[in-house]
Protein backbone atom coordinates (compact mmCIF):
# COMPACT_ATOMS: atom_id res chain seq x y z
CA UNK A 1 0.00 0.00 0.00
CA UNK A 2 3.01 2.40 0.50
CA UNK A 3 4.64 1.70 -2.32
CA UNK A 4 1.88 1.86 -4.64
CA UNK A 5 0.97 4.99 -2.78
CA UNK A 6 4.43 6.90 -3.54
CA UNK A 7 3.78 5.52 -7.18
CA UNK A 8 1.00 8.10 -7.50
CA UNK A 9 -1.42 5.34 -7.59
CA UNK A 10 -4.99 5.41 -6.54
CA UNK A 11 -5.16 2.25 -4.07
CA UNK A 12 -7.60 0.13 -2.43
CA UNK A 13 -7.20 -2.59 -0.01
CA UNK A 14 -9.62 -5.14 -0.14
CA UNK A 15 -10.71 -7.22 2.77
CA UNK A 16 -12.97 -10.04 3.95
CA UNK A 17 -14.11 -7.84 6.96
CA UNK A 18 -13.84 -4.48 8.53
CA UNK A 19 -10.38 -4.73 10.42
CA UNK A 20 -8.16 -3.21 8.65
CA UNK A 21 -10.20 -0.63 7.63
CA UNK A 22 -8.86 1.87 10.20
CA UNK A 23 -5.12 1.17 8.58
CA UNK A 24 -5.92 1.51 5.31
CA UNK A 25 -7.57 4.87 5.87
CA UNK A 26 -4.25 5.54 7.59
CA UNK A 27 -1.92 4.92 4.84
CA UNK A 28 -4.29 6.68 2.62
CA UNK A 29 -6.21 3.90 1.07
CA UNK A 30 -9.93 3.47 0.30
CA UNK A 31 -11.56 0.03 1.77
CA UNK A 32 -13.49 -2.81 0.35
CA UNK A 33 -14.87 -5.32 2.56
CA UNK A 34 -15.25 -8.12 0.25
CA UNK A 35 -18.06 -9.91 2.21
CA UNK A 36 -20.03 -6.96 1.58
CA UNK A 37 -22.39 -7.99 -1.76
CA UNK A 38 -23.04 -4.19 -2.15
CA UNK A 39 -19.54 -3.09 -1.99
CA UNK A 40 -18.52 -6.12 -4.61
CA UNK A 41 -21.29 -4.96 -6.81
CA UNK A 42 -20.84 -1.15 -6.90
CA UNK A 43 -17.39 -2.23 -7.30
CA UNK A 44 -17.19 -4.67 -10.40
CA UNK A 45 -15.65 -3.45 -13.91
CA UNK A 46 -13.32 -0.80 -11.43
CA UNK A 47 -9.84 -1.95 -11.00
CA UNK A 48 -7.10 -1.67 -13.59
CA UNK A 49 -4.61 -4.51 -10.90
CA UNK A 50 -5.73 -6.30 -8.15
CA UNK A 51 -2.19 -7.63 -6.14
CA UNK A 52 -3.57 -10.64 -4.25
CA UNK A 53 -1.52 -11.79 -1.13
CA UNK A 54 -3.86 -14.49 -0.38
CA UNK A 55 -1.87 -17.48 0.50
CA UNK A 56 -5.05 -19.45 1.82
CA UNK A 57 -7.58 -21.22 -0.63
CA UNK A 58 -10.55 -19.01 -1.75
CA UNK A 59 -12.57 -18.26 -4.65
CA UNK A 60 -11.16 -16.19 -7.24
CA UNK A 61 -13.69 -15.64 -9.48
CA UNK A 62 -15.35 -12.72 -7.88
CA UNK A 63 -12.44 -10.71 -7.72
CA UNK A 64 -11.94 -11.40 -11.22
CA UNK A 65 -15.57 -9.04 -11.85
CA UNK A 66 -13.70 -6.23 -10.12
CA UNK A 67 -11.72 -5.66 -13.17
CA UNK A 68 -11.83 -3.54 -15.87
CA UNK A 69 -11.11 -3.69 -19.68
CA UNK A 70 -7.85 -5.67 -19.99
CA UNK A 71 -7.21 -5.44 -16.17
CA UNK A 72 -4.96 -7.71 -14.67
CA UNK A 73 -5.12 -9.88 -11.48
CA UNK A 74 -1.47 -10.70 -10.72
CA UNK A 75 -1.43 -13.92 -7.78
CA UNK A 76 1.97 -13.40 -4.96
CA UNK A 77 0.06 -15.01 -2.52
CA UNK A 78 -0.11 -19.13 -3.36
CA UNK A 79 -2.95 -20.46 -2.14
CA UNK A 80 -2.04 -24.05 -1.26
CA UNK A 81 -4.27 -25.80 -3.50
CA UNK A 82 -4.61 -23.70 -6.14
CA UNK A 83 -7.38 -21.97 -7.82
CA UNK A 84 -10.33 -22.64 -10.07
CA UNK A 85 -11.21 -19.75 -12.97
CA UNK A 86 -14.35 -19.56 -14.86
CA UNK A 87 -12.92 -18.97 -18.08
CA UNK A 88 -16.05 -16.36 -18.38
CA UNK A 89 -14.62 -14.42 -16.04
CA UNK A 90 -11.15 -13.90 -17.94
CA UNK A 91 -12.56 -13.71 -21.43
CA UNK A 92 -15.01 -11.11 -20.29
CA UNK A 93 -13.01 -7.53 -20.68
CA UNK A 94 -10.18 -9.46 -21.57
CA UNK A 95 -8.60 -10.00 -17.98
CA UNK A 96 -5.38 -11.17 -17.77
CA UNK A 97 -4.70 -13.20 -14.57
CA UNK A 98 -0.51 -13.38 -13.74
CA UNK A 99 1.91 -14.36 -10.90
CA UNK A 100 4.94 -12.73 -10.00
CA UNK A 101 7.69 -14.29 -7.61
CA UNK A 102 10.29 -11.84 -5.11
CA UNK A 103 12.90 -10.12 -7.59
CA UNK A 104 16.25 -10.65 -7.74
CA UNK A 105 19.17 -8.65 -6.28
CA UNK A 106 18.53 -5.65 -8.98
CA UNK A 107 14.68 -5.43 -8.23
CA UNK A 108 15.29 -5.44 -4.55
CA UNK A 109 17.82 -2.63 -4.95
CA UNK A 110 15.53 -0.64 -6.51
CA UNK A 111 12.74 -0.84 -4.30
CA UNK A 112 15.28 -0.56 -1.08
CA UNK A 113 15.99 2.12 -2.67
CA UNK A 114 12.64 4.02 -3.45
CA UNK A 115 11.76 2.86 -0.12
CA UNK A 116 14.37 5.29 1.06
CA UNK A 117 13.74 8.15 -1.46
CA UNK A 118 10.10 7.96 0.12
CA UNK A 119 10.63 7.69 3.42
CA UNK A 120 8.84 4.38 3.68
CA UNK A 121 9.37 1.94 6.21
CA UNK A 122 7.60 -1.48 7.52
CA UNK A 123 4.43 -1.23 10.02
CA UNK A 124 5.76 -3.58 12.72
CA UNK A 125 5.14 -4.87 16.32
CA UNK A 126 8.11 -5.78 18.24
CA UNK A 127 7.01 -8.46 20.85
CA UNK A 128 9.09 -10.67 23.29
CA UNK A 129 9.81 -14.41 22.91
CA UNK A 130 7.78 -15.29 25.21
CA UNK A 131 4.50 -13.45 23.74
CA UNK A 132 5.19 -15.87 20.27
CA UNK A 133 1.21 -17.35 21.25
CA UNK A 134 -0.54 -14.44 21.59
CA UNK A 135 0.98 -13.22 18.21
CA UNK A 136 -0.20 -16.36 16.63
CA UNK A 137 -3.98 -15.73 18.06
CA UNK A 138 -3.74 -12.22 16.82
CA UNK A 139 -2.85 -13.44 13.42
CA UNK A 140 -5.64 -16.45 13.13
CA UNK A 141 -7.80 -13.58 14.71
CA UNK A 142 -6.66 -11.01 11.81
CA UNK A 143 -6.09 -8.59 14.59
CA UNK A 144 -2.24 -7.82 14.41
CA UNK A 145 -3.76 -4.16 12.05
CA UNK A 146 -1.79 -4.87 9.05
CA UNK A 147 1.44 -4.83 11.61
CA UNK A 148 4.39 -7.49 11.17
CA UNK A 149 5.06 -9.05 14.39
CA UNK A 150 9.19 -9.18 14.88
CA UNK A 151 10.07 -10.96 17.73
CA UNK A 152 12.86 -9.26 19.80
CA UNK A 153 15.37 -12.50 19.77
CA UNK A 154 18.18 -10.74 21.08
CA UNK A 155 17.21 -9.34 24.19
CA UNK A 156 14.34 -11.79 24.90
CA UNK A 157 15.39 -15.40 24.21
CA UNK A 158 17.47 -17.35 25.85
CA UNK A 159 17.75 -21.12 27.61
CA UNK A 160 15.24 -19.39 30.09
CA UNK A 161 12.72 -18.11 28.46
CA UNK A 162 9.48 -19.89 28.70
CA UNK A 163 6.79 -18.86 26.04
CA UNK A 164 3.32 -17.94 27.60
CA UNK A 165 0.48 -20.66 26.54
CA UNK A 166 -2.91 -19.48 25.03
CA UNK A 167 -5.79 -21.39 25.74
CA UNK A 168 -7.26 -19.78 22.36
CA UNK A 169 -5.10 -22.01 19.89
CA UNK A 170 -3.92 -25.65 19.89
CA UNK A 171 -0.96 -26.58 18.19
CA UNK A 172 -2.08 -30.44 17.95
CA UNK A 173 -4.85 -29.16 16.15
CA UNK A 174 -2.92 -26.84 13.10
CA UNK A 175 -2.86 -29.35 10.12
CA UNK A 176 0.19 -29.28 7.62
CA UNK A 177 0.02 -29.39 3.90
CA UNK A 178 0.29 -32.72 2.24
CA UNK A 179 3.48 -31.50 0.62
CA UNK A 180 5.10 -30.10 3.36
CA UNK A 181 8.17 -30.96 5.46
CA UNK A 182 8.05 -30.77 8.94
CA UNK A 183 11.87 -29.05 10.33
CA UNK A 184 12.75 -30.94 12.91
CA UNK A 185 11.45 -34.05 12.40
CA UNK A 186 10.87 -33.88 16.35
CA UNK A 187 8.45 -31.01 16.10
CA UNK A 188 6.08 -33.76 13.88
CA UNK A 189 4.06 -34.27 17.16
CA UNK A 190 2.99 -30.70 17.82
CA UNK A 191 0.60 -31.39 13.89
CA UNK A 192 -1.10 -33.27 11.80
CA UNK A 193 1.02 -34.58 8.47
CA UNK A 194 -0.70 -37.16 6.13
CA UNK A 195 2.69 -39.10 6.36
CA UNK A 196 3.06 -38.43 9.91
CA UNK A 197 1.82 -41.42 12.63
CA UNK A 198 0.67 -39.25 15.85
CA UNK A 199 3.50 -39.40 18.86
CA UNK A 200 2.48 -39.29 22.03
Known amino acids: VKLAKAMGCHVVVLSRGEAKKE ?23 TF ?8 ADFDINPYLDLLKLDGTYCLVGLPPNGIHVKP ?7 RSLTG ?9 QDMLQFC ?8 VQVIPAKDVNHAMVALAEN ?56 QS
Open 23 to 45: AAGNLGAEFLNTNDAGQMTSNEN
Open 48 to 55: DLILSTVS
Open 88 to 94: FNIATNR
Open 100 to 108: SMIGGIKET
Open 116 to 123: SENNIGAS
Open 143 to 198: RNEAKRFVIDIGATLDAETEVEDDPRIDPTAWQVHADAKVIPASARHWCHHPSMAT
